[in-house]
Each structure stands twice: as C-alpha cells, then as structure tokens.
C-alpha cells in the first residue's frame, strides 16, 4: 500500500493511535467492572466506526448497510467457536464438517472476515456503480435483506431466538488489539493511493474521471476493506456478549453507529474517536437519567426512550453547527504538524506523441432534442484549435463527447489506434487527452497539491508522480499555495490549478472549457501567454472553447464554429470571421444582444 502523505505526518498519527488504544485499555485495569464492561464496548464500536468511515468519509456515501457485514462476521466466527456439543443441541441442521468444526477465536476471526470479503465482493459487484441517494438506499436495502436472511436462515442462525453458547473471549486488550488494528487500517487508507483517488471522486466523479481515476473500481475496493473492518469488529461483539440476536444488527445499533460517525466527523479517523468518545459519553449519561434519578431535592421521573431521543438531537445539533463534524475535515496532525516540501524535485512535462482525433459524423441526442447534429471535425496535434458558437449551439456537448464524458448517439471518434467511443471515461487521460471545464471542477476539500498529484498518481503509472505535480504546480505558478485548501484560492487561481491537474497526465491534447470565463482582462492576458507557451514549449495541442472572441482570434491556428448543433464554418481566424454564415449565426447575434 503506497501512502501519499508525508512520514512527518503519518508516524506521528499511528504512534498516537497506538497511545490513546493502549491509555485505554491500561485505564480499564483500575475502574470497576461495569466502567470496564463500558470501555469494551468502546473499543469494539470504535472498532466499527472506524470500517464504516474508511467507506463512507473517503467516498461520500453514506452506508445504512454495513451492520450487515458485522453480523456475518458474529455468526460466522460464532459457529466457528461454538463447542461440538452446544451445536448439537442447539442447531440440529448444521452441515456436518460446520458442526464438528472447533476453532480458537482468532483463528474464527480471521475465517469470518474472509467469508465476509467474498460476500462483499458479491455485493460490491452489484452496487459498485451507483452514486449519491441510490447508493444509500442499496447499503439500507442490504440491511434489511440480511435482517431477513438471519430470521429466516433458521438452521445456521437460530432465526429471531437468541444464538447462545458463544465462548465470550474478548476482554479489554483482544477489543483494544482489534480496534487499533482497524484504526491503523483505517488511517493508511484514508492516505493510500486509492483512498486519495477515492476523496477525489467524493469530491468530484466527473473531474476524477476525467484525470484517470476509475471512481467505482475504488470505491469498490473501500467496500470490501471496510467489510471486512465491519466483520472484526462483530466477532469481537458476539465473543463479548456471549449470546445475540438479529435485532442487534438492526435499526437501533445502526443508529448509534451512524451518530458516532456524524457527530465526529466521518472524513476522518480523529472524527471516528471523536465521535465514539462523545456519544458514548452521553449514552452513558442518557442511560443512567433514563431510569430516573434522586437528586435530592427533586426526583426525576423514568422517561423511555430518553437515550435515542437526547442522540437524535445530539445529531440534529451537530448538522446544524458542525455540518463535517467536530475534527471537521482533517486529521489532527495536519492541523498541527507543517508539511515541508522542500527539495521535491521536479520533471519536464513534455507532451505525449499522438495521432489527430478525429471525430466523424458526431450526433448527440437527449430525448428529443439534438445538441450535436452529425459534426465531423479533426484535431492536430500541436495546434490551437477554438470552438465558438452562440449559447446552447452544442460546444460543451461536443467536448464532453470528445473527452469520454458522454458517448455519442451515433458517430466516431478515434485517435490513431484507439476507438475513443469504446474506451471507458477513466482511460482518456492516459491516452492523451485532458480537460478542464466551463465550471470550475476542483476537489474543494483537498490541498492543491492533492488535487493535482490524484492525477498524477492516476495517470503514466503513477511514475514520477510527485515530480510531475511540483513541475505542473510552477508552470502555472500556483506552487505556493500548494498545501492551501483548493476552495479557499481565489477564482483565477482555481483556474490555474485546473489547467495544472490536467496538464500533470502530460497529455497530447487538452480541452480547455471557457477557461478565461470570470477573469480580468490582466488575467486573460496572463492566462493567454501560458496557453501559448504549453503549446510551443510543451508541444500540447489546445482545443479551446470560449466567448471572448479576441482571445479565440489571437491564439487559434484554426476556428471550428458550431450553430444549433452543427457545424457551419471552419478555417483561419481570418476566414472565419468573414464567413457569411457565422456572421450572422454569431456575430450577428451577439451585436444584436
């Protein structure tokens, strides 16, 4: 596993993983048995908390469902451990090598979390694809599926009855052993390089795509780690408790988890022991004001439900105030610890050897509206090509087409070898294309840095990765805000720090969407000096799409015009400004406006 955070920040947050776990389970030694009980329970959920935000916090979709795989885990290493004869009175219709199967806790552990794996491979499979609500509402789907899978498989699991007899193995240092084992997994991931690529396509799918990022392949692999996080973490439950059933891997515990999660923050591992810490404290709290309490000059009176309702507005609360949760959304050292950069070195940037593309008779339908309508254009290789035309004539549809982004209705699109209409999105960047895009499309909550070295990492093999980011970084002179938040530059830097990520994959050609769109006229000129030198420098071609007709004039070899979906003029600057028919679809228009 390839990190991507610097050793000055990493040793520091495994080292106090490795403190804060050990505090605990030391403290657990000099407290009475129910503090100790209670300090288990900790453990054992954090241990949870943490699987749930290794999926979660690094891909943005919130997981109902993952209490699912914990319940495998329990019942799986359960019957792994169950003594023969328990089994033999207790489930009668187990298979014989199951019944007769006698294993030691960690070795049951380690069985469960592999049956886990390959369940959450099956499912990861099928869900691998969806985003955003949908997402959500498969993870609560598996949920209820599995509820029902463990009422009703009755031979394995004992339905809705109490599943009993489990050797209770886990004391305070077999919970404090798992939890920083899934805290440490947890913390690497969040910082590998698929965990950095997964935050990117959190952030941005599209714009992770279109720099090389496979997002579903990586949030696929962050579900099937957390899984098997989420497995541990049951195993360590079940041989606490001893007996359990169903409805423990239900809708109240799913709640307590998700509210530890929030309420922490759940981008973070400091926000997973924040939130553990914090709602387990109130718990407790809740719990004990629950059965009513004597304070001596008044009683307070026993109030069901008093525990779910203080979490609820502890969550509704902490939405409100802290909408990213009280470690908000970076870990403790990256707030404290100052990053140091200095002698990255750097690389030329030296733009890939490509064909033309060449796109052919390009029609683009949405139900029954045509926005490109059979257009046929070729891009060279080292050349600057503008696209114009009025609002709505089909430009950025046309380069979302190009670059992967939609697939046309009918036409073709190749470059030398490659059939770009069959390639997937993801694999644009690595043949040679890049983009940028009419709205700004950065990954806000990441460092600059960050946002161009996930394109870096995601393209040309990952080589020379962190040189190339520095080299992209000072073209576009935007290296000392390298460690700032993306979303806290100003607008011309933004832009700047988008064309440097899409000139990191070192492509051959790269589509710039409106790039001067908000400048200043100093900025345009700034900007417009760059583009010229990427392209007698660098040798990358520019397809450019833009309003400010002198901008597109001074830098374009060529200028395509599209009208309505179609392309009515190609040519010279000079031809193409005395081209009848873009006068009038064009020019005419705009002076008419």
């Given at each position: 596993m390839r990190i991507t955070a610097p050793r000055s920040h990493i040793l520091p947050a495994l080292s106090m993983l490795f403190?804060?776990?050990?505090?605990?389970?030391?403290?657990?030694?000099?407290?009475?048995?129910?503090?100790?009980?209670?300090?288990?329970?900790?453990?054992?959920?954090?241990?949870?908390?943490?699987?749930m935000g290794l999926y979660s916090g690094n891909s943005g979709i919130l997981s109902f469902g993952h209490l699912a795989f914990m319940a495998v885990g329990a019942y799986a290493s359960s019957l792994l451990t169950l003594p023969a004869n328990i089994k033999g009175a207790t489930l009668p219709g187990l298979p014989d090598w199951l019944a007769d199967t006698t294993l030691g806790f960690w070795p049951a552990t380690l069985a469960a979390i592999f049956v886990t794996i390959a369940l959450a491979m099956l499912i990861g499979l099928a869900i691998w694809r969806l985003e955003g609500s949908a997402a959500t509402i498969a993870t609560l789907a598996l949920l209820i599926i599995m509820h029902g899978v463990l009422i009703g498989w009755r031979d394995v699991t004992r339905g809705a009855q109490t599943f009993f007899g489990v050797p209770r193995e886990t004391g305070i240092w077999t919970a404090a052993i798992g939890c920083l084992v899934a805290l440490v997994v947890a913390r690497l991931y969040r910082d590998s390089v698929s965990g950095l690529r997964l935050r990117g396509g959190r952030e941005n799918a599209i714009a992770a795509t279109a720099v090389g990022v496979n997002v579903p392949r990586e949030r696929f692999i962050a579900f099937v780690i957390s899984a098997a996080l989420m497995a541990l973490s049951g195993a360590l439950l079940a041989h606490f408790l001893?007996?359990?059933?169903?409805?423990?891997?239900?809708?109240?515990?799913?709640?307590?988890?998700?509210?530890?999660?929030?309420?922490?923050?759940?981008?973070?591992?400091?926000?997973?022991?924040?939130?553990?810490?914090?709602?387990t404290l109130v718990t407790e709290l809740l719990r004990r004001l629950e059965t009513g309490i004597d304070l001596g000059f008044m009683a307070i009176p026993q109030v069901f439900g008093t525990t779910q309702i203080g979490i609820g507005l502890l969550i509704l609360v902490a939405l409100v105030k802290r909408p990213d949760g009280l470690s908000g959304l970076l870990e403790w050292e990256e707030r404290f610890i100052p990053l140091r950069r200095k002698g990255v070195k750097t690389v030329p940037l030296i733009a890939a050897q490509s064909?033309?593309?060449?796109?052919?008779?390009?029609?683009k339908r949405f139900g029954g509206v045509v926005a490109t309508n059979d257009v046929t254009?070729?891009?060279?290789?080292?050349?600057?090509?503008?696209?114009?035309?009025?609002?709505?004539?089909?430009?950025?549809?046309?380069?979302?087409?190009?670059?992967?982004i939609l697939r046309p209705?009918?036409?073709?699109?190749?470059?030398?070898a490659h059939d770009l209409v069959k390639l997937p999105p993801h694999r644009f960047a690595d043949v040679g294309l890049a983009r940028t895009f009419q709205n700004i499309r950065l990954f806000e909550t990441l460092s600059v840095f960050q946002n161009v070295h996930v394109a870096a990492l995601s393209t040309k093999g990952g080589i020379d990765a962190d040189a190339r980011t520095m080299s992209a970084l000072n073209l576009m002179d935007v290296a000392h805000h390298a460690d700032a938040q993306a979303n806290t530059l100003s607008y011309g830097d933004q832009?700047?720090?988008?064309?440097?990520?899409?000139?990191?994959?070192?492509?051959?050609?790269?589509?710039?969407?409106?790039?001067?769109?908000?400048?200043?006229?100093e900025e345009t000129d700034d900007l417009m000096e760059r583009l010229r030198g990427l392209n007698r420098d660098l040798g990358i071609g520019i397809l450019l799409i833009d309003h400010d007709l002198a901008l597109v004039n001074a830098l374009c070899d060529r200028i395509v015009v599209l009208n309505e979906g179609r392309l009515i003029a190609e040519g010279t600057p000079d031809e193409v400004r005395q081209n009848k028919a873009v006068i009038e679809a064009y020019i005419g228009t705009s002076n008419h406006s």
């Open positions: 403190i804060a776990v050990a505090a605990v389970a030391v403290v657990s030694g000099f407290t009475s048995a129910t503090i100790a009980r209670s300090l288990v329970v900790f453990l054992i959920s954090l241990t949870a908390i943490s699987a001893g007996a359990f059933s169903p409805k423990k891997f239900y809708f109240t515990d799913t709640f307590f988890l998700l509210a530890m999660l929030i309420v922490g923050g759940m981008s973070t591992v400091t926000g997973a022991i924040m939130g553990a810490t914090v709602v064909e033309p593309v060449i796109a052919q008779n390009l029609t254009i070729t891009i060279k290789p080292g050349e600057i090509l503008g696209l114009i035309g009025p609002n709505g004539s089909g430009k950025t549809t046309l380069v979302n087409q190009l670059s992967g209705s009918e036409g073709r699109i190749s470059m030398g832009r700047r720090v988008e064309i440097a990520r899409a000139l990191v994959c070192q492509p051959s050609l790269i589509f710039l969407d409106e790039p001067a769109a908000g400048m200043n006229r």
